[in-house]
């Protein structure tokens, strides 16, 4: 199963940094003694998470409809609401959540019948009430969320655990993205590794094939023997080598560290897809759909040691329910609710969950106001950045929390607004990183996933 | 502890807030560079460019309005501005404290030294006119060289050296041809390295550059022979565009004359059947034909597309952003995007009688009249609008008609005094042939995209641009026979810390392959390419599983050689993608593709090794080597080394090339039939005796073909 990350002797770091070609050459001469890219980092502390799974719910899920209940908004129904604040469209009057909610749990939490089957592990979830964006577009908040920067080009969150941490499989890429059936908007700019060394990017997977060969094209071959395949690798990396020398491109090492991946992949990627090797009973846990078959996968990739697998909902924009919500949420969460709760019931009896992060979330939520095309409702919601939920579970979360809150209508975020910096910062601190010392020397600074922010939401951890 | 977290050394807000920001303690306060990009981010969402969004009737996007009540220049204690953004008072302070985009300390400060120093704004870099900058001394015998070495002078630099001959003539046949030189064409230039114009020219004058360069265009034309959608219809004439676009760029057609054949061919007087064509241009979108589609929805949204389309690909403006609310950052207004929406509205969709090519046609009955739809609605109508470009660049020329014709607004795209058009274009050449565009951002020229790295150099170029008639080959040539193009791309140690990105050019970069030109190189040095210009386009071979879930299922590969043709005839179903193009970043064509990516995954390491397409050209390529009049394997490794990576060895890879030869050559004898696998596709072709040399050289070229020198121009 998973190794530990071996640090590398001080001296041959010191060199590097003197010489100043940085971490990104680490792989390189990893590459040159061992013959193979290792584990780069360690944490600066003990973490309390090894691995994440994220569920990207890419379009904003409605908020007032899954974890942040609003009764006032009966109150006020067919009614304007006493405050709006200005979002990209024009909503009308306030809009109940078509769902029921319903209470779960030691803990009470109120849950959507939307996520009824999850809300059966409420108690190991702590759900972020308070979630504020920038602004109330796609394109920034996507960007936003997993890069930490709403404009400008920046390396990922995984990207960024890559660097600080490393994988713990060398023969998996440590950072995976499956969304099926295409890209999610702003394609692979979601996983991008930046300034971060290339070798940091998550690797897509079109999770809507079920075959290995075709989850990832060329996985095998029927004109080359491995045997074969292998001394052909040392041969190109020796020529690569000669062919480096006065180059010193760190993209030039990230190619190599590429083949040699691609190598082992073939091996270790068709179990690791393959789950025809997954029980019965387990295969018909998670459901024997395209979500149910990405997220069992996502186990087995964080069982082999895989840092960070992200999946997206599907290509473009999913949740973005502007109109007729109550059937487009009710199909969408069908589709990931039995998903959600199979996985944290198999992580827990496999004892995985006490170190593994779940973060379940979208870029932003959406308005409890309904949104109108001219004088007519749409019986949908507009995008809403100034207030949203997300929720993480496992690894280091108090379970059964409530952080924060919005006000009474689900409009804005209330009581203990929260960043998405807050968020990077807390996920890197559950992961053994100080994100103030999680740091890129670039372009005459250091740049960090938190930018100048980020405060530890210290209310849910454990 | 680990050196990946050192601790935060000169981390400060200042130099956080904005790209250009200089340090506090610089001599003047730059709008562009200070100002602009906060009032952008943290203001103008509430008092900016956009009416319906603007509270206590305030804009500061515009200097009139902000110095008529909120600043004094000169007087910052005495601006309400500056009152209300240093207040401690959470009922005044601004933004309100529900503004999730606070000020920060320094950013008032650098506010508070704008107004002292005169609030002076300047206009976005972009929409100030052209003007044609003095090329800076000392001469050179190329302007850009004397722009770039100006540059690096002034920060202390210096040019790399020349790339090496072998490395030159790689760089520039795959630039400008998107396919690599023969052997005897590198030994020739190598020869007489001051034969490289001659050449350029020859590249220029040949077919496969209009092959090369078109691609680029048919990826901003979000080109495909498909409708997209679940139904995913084919557009069988679609391929008719396609060759038009070649033949354009092949006959140097003036950019001009390229712009207004495609927006509106069909308005020109007595149009031929080439100008009919160009207009397939805006019937490449997506377009969703399924039964029970609101048809009057899925036209306003394919007439949308059009227009965010010509926005970004000849303005370089977001300007779908002002589809549902007036731009926030750039002063385009919902009234704008309709009144340039209006000049869509009466199009309709024909085809040319003869070659049944998509063409776009004017309605002269029952003409729709154009409102602004609010929240982007279609159902929604607004006040009504006239066609009109927009309203913050020059405005159009009076027009013959009442009202203004796409073809009026085509002539102002390439209207002398447009100021983005020209800069786009450029911008767009000189990114293809550097890797980056001199703004970084090319599809966003407004004032969230980057600041050009060399301004004057940007505006001199688009004015000698359309001085020399708008010719993209002139403009070409000038770039690729200047000192800075032919640079060296090795990496700098000195400038690792101050231009990482090489924004300087103190060298040439290293660049990945674009897909194509991967699959294409590929098939050249193999002799596998089929070099036929045009025609319709072909389906490569695929697994049966990816075309399962397209429902295209019908899938055939094209016959005979087809398949070994450009890879810009392949077949673009949009529910169908090449994996072998997407993998390498080629585009979906769901939208103008105006830049690609280049990542690097070990997918990528996986097509190279296992893609049926690169098994097949390695072992052709060995077959080809095998086949060719060499005396001894010492000469087969040689003309396989230097067929793929377009120099010959150094001897000591020719060394480590034999002696990996000699031990291969022992165990494919010793694996019998198990090792002849490797010839699968060229077993045929190849007699019993020399299946093993055939089998050794099969690896030796699946070696060298996975080499990063061939993955890269260097």
Redo the contacts between chains.
Sequence with gaps: MTTSPQPAPLSRRDLLRRSGLGFGMMGLVDLLESGTARAAGQPNFAPRAKRIIHFFLNGGPSHVDTFDPKPSLQKYAGKSLPQTLLTERKTGVAFPSPFEFQRYGQSGIAVSELFAKTAQHIDDIAIIRSMQAQVPNHEPSLMLMNCGDSIRTRPSLGSWLMYGLGSENQNLPGFVAMCPGGHPVKGAENWQSAFLPGAHQGTYVDSKHTEVDRLIENIRSPHVMPEAQRRQLDLLRTLNQSHRQGRLDPRLEARVQSFELAFRMQTEATDAFDLSREPQHLRALYGDTVHGRQTLIARRLIERGVRYVQLWHGAGQPWDSHENIEANHRKLAAEIDQPIAALLSDLKSRGMLEDTLILWGGEFGRTPSVEMSGNKSKLGRDHNHYGFSVWMAGGGIKGGTIHGSTDEFGFAAKENPVSVHDLHATILHLMGIDHERLTYRYSGRDFRLTDVEGEILKEILS | ???????????T?L??TS?GAQAAGDARIDFSRDIRPILA?KCY??HGPDED?REANLRLDVRAEAVKEAIRPGKPEASEFWKRISTADPDDVMPPP?S??PLTDPERELFRRWIAEGAEYKDHWSFIPIRRPDVPVPATTNPIDAFIQARLRHEGLSPAAQASPPTLIRRVFLDLTGLPPSPEEVAAFVADPASYESIVDRLLASPNFGERWARHWLDEARYADSNGFLGDGLRPNAYRYRDWVIQAINADMPFDQFTIEQIAGDLLPNPSREQLTATGFHRNAALNTEAGVDKEQARFQNLADRVNTTGRVWMGLTIG?AQ??TH?YDPITIRDYYSFYAFFNNTVDRDEPKSKAPTLAELDKDRRQTYVH????Y???GPDVMPASLSALPPMKRPTQPEPTRLDLARWLVSPTNPLTSRVAVNQIWGTLFGTGIVSTPDDFGA?GEPPSHPELLDWMASEFMHKGWSRKRLIRLIVTSTTYKQSS??R?DI??????NRLLSRQN?L?LDAEILRDSALAISGMLVREIGGPSFRPPL?E??FE?GRSSNWQASPGGEIYRRSLYIITLRSVLY?LLT?F?GP?AADACVRR?R??????????????AF?EAAQSLAARVLHGNYHDTKERLTRVFELTLNRPP?P??LT??KA?FD??QK?VKAGGN??L??L?FIEKSVATPNKIEAATLV?IA???M????F??RE
């Design positions: 502890m680990h050196h990946a977290f050192q601790p935060l050394q000169i981390l807000l130099v956080a790209t981010t969402a509430c969004k529900s999730p985009k952003c549902c609310h926030k609010l929240a982007g609605d159902a929604r109508r969230t090795n990496h140690e690792a810390e101050i231009d990482p990105l290293r990945r697994p599983d990816v879930v994996p993998t970043d979906d990516e990542s690097n995954t070990p997918l990528q390491a996986l097509t190279m090794m296992n893609d049926p098994v150094r000591e890879e480590r090339l990996f031990e291969q165990r198990e090792a696998k490797s699968s690896a699946r070696v060298l996975n080499l990063d020198e993955i890269n």
